[in-house]
């Protein structure tokens, strides 16, 4: 659509049904309307005049299953209302342009180009490489493009930044060279491919499904090549609870070492039983044989592994607990994830730097105030960045004013989760 029909329309009352439908809140209309005329108008700084698509890939929240997924476990998780959108135009010549909001510079990835460049790995330009790189090698086609990308999903905050790129980049393609056939599992697999060969970030595929499938899902990684997912219905206003995110400000820089460990020790611990992942390893053999794991990973990788086991037997008393309409208990099992994230899995602050523990202070302010009223728990990969919280609707100014107030002003968002993954908005 041409670039003016397209202001004009959003001027109008055209893409309000659907805005609300992928923002999930009425009062954001006229911020999204506004933050999209920006994009385009950024858009027409870059590049030229002409017909433009816009696409939109969701940043995720994981409920439950704290780094189980990259041992072929079980995770609950949602697609969210923040997201990263991209004003593109479908190019014929053989090359991808894409200005990013926040970056001078334009990243350029030729198509003929696309082997792993080792000097690009931690770059964006390593994630369009290797999403390129990945579809073609999956049988899709791939073409140019130019496109201008802004994000409400921050970088180094939990919420899955670079898997909300990646799936951005899988949907455009998708759509523009592959009539929009290409499944959201295969657009999750292609992004975690480019987050793990290119961009050089050990992870598991849980980030990426639920920002390319969308809603809340529960996801059975057992066989990683065919996870089994189910999304299920989950309305927290329902209950009278809200989704709210804290980001303590802290920074996922130059914690690829801790993240790296967790799967490292968990594959170390599986090998005590002569097993490549610990879904192959059940919780009675973990617990029958501590001494034999302590001997050859580790305490602390003993502890990783209970953690694990005991983690992806919540994830499915999680889903019971929300088919069966039990959100005392659902909240009890989030509860019991934090709880085992901060003393088995100890992911909430690096041992390297002690004094510096946003995440946990997040926690125990949040603890304090909530008395027993609302739960909270680490939120995502760990170490820095943002706290998850179920907080009931009638305490959420207040929770947020606290946050606020030692975080910064719009630390804590009230975030809903959201039908779609990623998608062609027009």
Known sequence: ???????????????????????????????????????????????????????????????????????????????????AIAVARKLNEPIVKVMSDGYSGMIIVQLDELAKK???????????????AKMKMDGHAIGGFQAYVTSEVLIGAGLSSSAAFETLIGTILSYMYNGGEVNPIEIAKIGQYAENVYFGKPCGLMDQMACSVGSLIHIDFADPENPIVEQLKFDLNT???????????????????????????????????????????????????????????????????????????????????????????????VKESGDSSFKYLQNV??????????????????????????????????????????????????YQKEMDKIFGNGSCEVLKIRKYGGIKVL
Request: overall charge negative; aromatic content about 10%; charged content about 25%.
């Open 239 to 333: 209950y009278g609870y809200s989704l709210c995110i804290t980001d303590t400000k802290g920074t996922h820089t130059d914690l690829t070492p801790d993240y790296a460990a967790i799967p490292q020790e968990m594959k170390k611990a599986a090998e005590c039983f002569g097993k490549n992942f610990l879904g192959e390893v059940s919780k009675e053999e973990i617990i029958n044989n501590i001494t034999r794991i302590r001997d050859c990973a580790g305490d602390r990788a003993a502890l990783r592994a209970l953690h694990f086991v005991c983690e992806n037997e919540r994830v499915k008393e999680e889903v019971d607990a929300l088919k069966k309409n039990n959100f005392p208990q659902f909240l009890t099992k």
């Open 349 to 398: 602050y690096t041992c390297h730097d002690v004094q510096h523990q946003n995440v946990s202070i997040a926690l125990a302010l949040s603890d304090v105030i909530f008395g027993k009223k609302g739960v909270c728990r680490v939120h995502g990969g760990g170490f820095a960045g943002t706290i998850q919280a179920f907080v009931p609707n009638y305490l959420v100014s207040n």
């Open 118 to 132: 080792t000097e690009e790995e931690g770059t964006t330009n390593a994630l369009i490489r290797g999403v390129l």
């Open 1 to 83: 659509m041409e670039i003016k029909k397209t202001i004009e329309l959003l001027n109008g009352t055209f893409f309000d049904n659907k805005l609300t439908k992928l923002y999930v809140d009425l009062n954001r209309i006229p911020y999204e309307k506004e933050r999209y005329r920006k994009a385009i108008d950024s858009y027409k700084t870059f590049f030229d005049e002409g017909e433009i698509e816009i696409f939109s890939a969701p940043g995720r929240s994981e409920i439950g299953g704290n780094h189980t997924d990259h041992q072929h476990g079980e995770v609950l998780a949602a697609s969210i209302n923040n997201d």
